[in-house]
């Protein structure tokens, strides 16, 4: 059974999860408003890998004999600058999902809790994968250019992205 601190720490980062999952669909909104729609479209397969992140924590505590408690989702912001901007923002978003992950590893191996230590893995190695998909884009865009031709090849480019669910979360 896990413990009333583990479990206290985790609900709240279903509540980061879903918050991001929020955020993602918010940007995707945005996209949506410009006429972006690969953009779009990469920012709605975002937001379902979220959606598949605050799931697993919540299977988590079920299955550890614990309690799920939901809280309220914070509004996103749901205006930017530029595709620039949102993408730096998901960046600076990510590292800062990082730390929430790193303080729960951190919690889980001074409570000597090894299930959750474990379990926890698969979201170290998720969120370097997290920050790189979106420098990768935030680089793009650099290269690119913000506007005009390059803008609209990197459109194209985001718009391949397919959502898929993790192998594992399938198996389940
Ligand atoms: Fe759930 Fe984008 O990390």
């Given at each position: 059974?896990?413990?009333?601190n583990?479990?206290k720490?985790?609900?709240?980062?279903?509540?980061?999860?879903?918050?991001?999952?929020y955020?993602?669909?918010?940007?995707?909104?945005?996209?949506?408003?410009i006429?972006?729609?690969?953009?779009?479209?990469?920012?709605?397969?975002?937001?379902?890998?979220e959606?598949?992140?605050?799931m697993?924590?919540?299977?988590?505590?079920?299955?550890?004999?614990?309690?799920v408690?939901?809280?309220a989702?914070?509004?996103p912001?749901t205006?930017?600058?530029?595709?620039?901007?949102?993408?730096?923002?998901t960046?600076?978003?990510?590292?800062?999902?990082?730390?929430?992950?790193?303080?729960?590893?951190?919690?889980?191996?001074?409570?000597?809790d090894?299930a959750?230590?474990?379990?926890?893995?698969?979201?170290?190695?998720?969120?370097v994968?997290?920050?790189?998909?979106?420098?990768e884009?935030?680089?793009k865009?650099?290269?690119?250019?913000?506007r005009?031709?390059?803008?609209?090849?990197?459109?194209?480019?985001?718009?391949?992205?397919v959502?898929?669910?993790?192998?594992?979360t399938?198996?389940?």
């Amino acid at each position: 059974m896990i413990k009333e601190n583990m479990q206290k720490a985790i609900n709240q980062q279903i509540n980061a999860e879903m918050y991001s999952a929020y955020l993602y669909l918010s940007m995707s909104a945005y996209f949506e408003s410009i006429n972006l729609k690969g953009f779009a479209n990469w920012m709605k397969a975002q937001a379902q890998e979220e959606m598949v992140h605050a799931m697993k924590f919540y299977d988590y505590i079920n299955e550890r004999g614990g309690r799920v408690l939901l809280t309220a989702i914070e509004a996103p912001p749901t205006q930017w600058d530029s595709s620039l901007a949102v993408f730096e923002y998901t960046y600076k978003h990510e590292q800062k999902v990082t730390g929430l992950i790193n303080d729960l590893v951190n919690l889980a191996i001074s409570e000597a809790d090894h299930a959750t230590t474990n379990f926890l893995q698969w979201f170290v190695a998720e969120q370097v994968e997290e920050e790189a998909s979106a420098d990768e884009v935030v680089q793009k865009l650099k290269l690119a250019g913000d506007r005009g031709g390059g803008l609209f090849m990197l459109d194209q480019e985001l718009g391949q992205r397919v959502f898929t669910l993790p192998t594992a979360t399938k198996q389940e």
